[in-house]
């Protein structure tokens, strides 16, 4: 079954264009990343998804019931974290989670829920004094109530320091292991790349990418690259290497601890040895020679960059 | 129907403000105290239907505020802090979200009106007075309905109202014009049209029928003639206790309403 579809959906407000025509399929039992820079229109999808907002063309359907129509109906399989909330006034965390528990229906215990996010110690104060990543964590844990088939987060990391942001990626992957379906948005790329099976990039309302991690690196020519440190960079030795075939880019990179010039090359696999053959016929030394994996981060400035 | 668990929500909530415990307590001192003098200075005989009209002059001012000053935050408020999301993000529908409010604001102002108006009550018929037990539960029920107008209008305004502090301004308007000034202006347009020749005396039929449509004017007449014995309601039919408790009703449900399809529709942004 199919947890999210959306067909065709545009968002306009006046002549801005918040969503241009985005088709999207997140199936059941998945991890999804949803990334972009901010203001790329990832919160106005998840807006659209949780009906704070009507789509001005196409739908979004959940579990196969429309956002807009049916959104009760969608949203009681959903656990939400969403963005720009704010906790409710005069009520304790464990309050929070008790509403969250009768609106679902369901008979968690809401201290074993406070428990699960890590802040059982806080439950019976107002929440309204807690720090950002305690709220982060209460709502996580509002989400969490009532086992959901889905769990749509928008930014989930937010305002956590990286141990809450490790123990927040944990939690999703119990849930996921679950059965449940995870769908978030984030900027932050090293997130998305620990957790998620699949990504979609989104940039100006546009979704320019969905593919598997592995899929995106195969689509960057194969994804390697080089860090060469050599003896000495000619003027020309850039060139040359360009000109080996399979090479995609070839720059002048950092420094070395030692002092010496690298380059950084990104190529095809095949392309490797070529390449330094290439400088070694061009007499230039190789003091050291080490491969990286295209990390999500150049993928994402290279697809969201080279479209501005 | 999920409106219960908002409306269980809505209220815990509500009555943690001190400010609104204050306000309840103002609405039930006012009543408690029209209840404790009105024996004293009352014409005999002492009864809880004559007692009626002498209140309703507190409630036709104390009533409008302080329900409105408890409604016109309840959706703006939450709306433009973020809270609101909460409640959207589980699977509560608008309706839900806005049935609730209005059910636990109404039933806050309810309970305070009711539990005063029987303390009053006591005060009236001990050691002197008569209860008129019937008619006293009918006033009670228009005393009710008279405040869920006023709830009604108060989570209209922030209902359309896209801040608390625009709701604010606007609420401030919808009492300004029809507890403070309505019965002014209607003096005046009448003594204007009289001196311009254009009417003799009162208003014509359709004239005192629409001045006579501002919700406490309506439940006048109404206690006037469901809850005062020996005297109905003078005029032509459309002046009844019958049509004012009609009109009273549409005015629960009319502004409500329409503010409702207004914010069903909206962006939440």
């Known amino acids: 079954m199919v947890a999210i579809d959306a067909t065709d959906v545009s968002k306009r407000y006046g002549t801005e264009t918040a969503l241009d025509r985005v088709e999207l399929t997140v199936e059941e039992g998945e991890t999804f990343g949803f ?82 996010v890590g802040i059982r110690e806080a439950a019976d104060r107002k929440a309204t004094g807690y720090s950002k990543g305690m709220a982060q964590r209460l709502v996580l844990g509002m989400a969490l109530v009532g086992e959901p088939d889905l769990l749509v987060l928008d930014e989930p990391s937010t305002g956590l320091d990286p141990n809450g942001a490790a123990e927040m990626r944990q939690i999703l992957r119990e849930e996921n292991e679950r059965g449940a379906t995870i769908f978030f948005s984030s900027h932050i790329l090293e997130q998305v790349e620990a957790v998620c099976d699949r990504v979609g ?57 030692n002092g010496d010039p690298t380059i950084e090359v990104t190529c095809t696999n095949d392309a490797k040895m070529d390449v330094v053959v290439e400088l070694h016929s061009a007499g230039i030394d190789v003091v050291n020679f080490r491969t990286e994996e295209a990390s999500l981060e150049d993928m994402f400035i290279e697809y969201t960059g080279a479209r501005r | 129907m999920t409106w219960e668990v908002v409306a269980r929500q809505d209220w815990s909530v509500t009555l943690g403000a001190r400010s609104v415990k204050l306000l309840l307590g103002l609405l039930a001192s006012v009543v408690v105290l029209a209840g404790y003098i009105y024996p004293i200075g009352a014409a005999e ?37 973020g809270a609101i999301r909460l409640s959207l993000s589980l699977p509560h529908s608008r309706r839900d979200v806005v049935l609730g409010a209005f059910a ?54 922030s209902l359309v109202a896209a801040t608390r502090r625009r709701a604010l301004v606007l609420a401030f308007a919808l009492l300004f014009l029809f507890v403070v000034v309505w019965e002014t202006a209607v003096a005046a347009l009448t003594l204007g049209l009289n001196a311009a020749g254009v009417v003799d005396g009162e208003l014509p039929g359709v004239g005192q029928f629409v001045t006579g449509l501002e919700p406490s004017l309506l439940f006048e007449r109404a206690t006037t003639g469901f809850v005062l014995s020996g005297e109905s309601v003078a005029g032509p039919w459309y002046m009844s206790e019958w049509v004012a408790l009609a009109v009273l009703v549409l005015w629960v449900v009319g502004p409500l309403g329409l503010a409702y399809h207004r914010f069903d529709g909206s962006d939440l942004s």
């Open chain 1, 35 to 116: 990334l972009g820079p901010n203001g790329a229109g990832k919160s106005t999808f998840i807006n659209v998804l949780l009906d704070f907002v009507t789509p001005s063309q196409g739908s979004v359907e959940v579990f196969g019931h429309d956002c807009q129509r049916e959104g009760v109906a969608a949203r009681e399989r959903l656990g939400v974290l969403p963005e720009g909330y704010s906790v409710f006034d005069r009520l304790t965390g464990r309050q929070h989670v008790e509403y969250a528990i009768r609106s679902k229906d369901a008979d968690d215990d809401p201290i074993d829920v406070l428990d699960r």
């Open chain 1, 201 to 257: 990039i989104l940039q100006n309302g546009e979704l320019v990418a969905v593919d598997t991690i592995e899929g995106l690196r195969e689509s960057m020519g194969g994804g390697t690259k080089l860090v060469i440190t050599v003896d000495s960079l000619r003027n020309g030795t850039l060139e040359t290497i360009r000109g080996v075939e399979g090479v995609e880019t070839a720059v002048d990179g950092d420094e070395s601890s």
């Open chain 2, 45 to 81: 005989p002492v009864t809880t239907a004559r007692f009626a009209p002498f209140v309703l002059e507190g409630l036709r001012f104390a009533l409008p505020f302080v329900a409105v000053l408890l409604t016109y935050g309840a959706v703006a408020g939450d709306r433009e802090s």
């Open chain 2, 104 to 157: 636990s604001r109404a039933g806050l102002v309810t309970v305070a009106t009711v539990a005063s108006m029987l303390t009053a009550g006591w005060l009236v018929v001990y050691p002197f007075g008569d209860l008129v037990l019937g008619r006293f539960l009918v006033f009670l029920g228009l005393t009710a309905l008279f405040g869920a107008v006023w709830c009604g209008l108060g989570l209209a305004v």
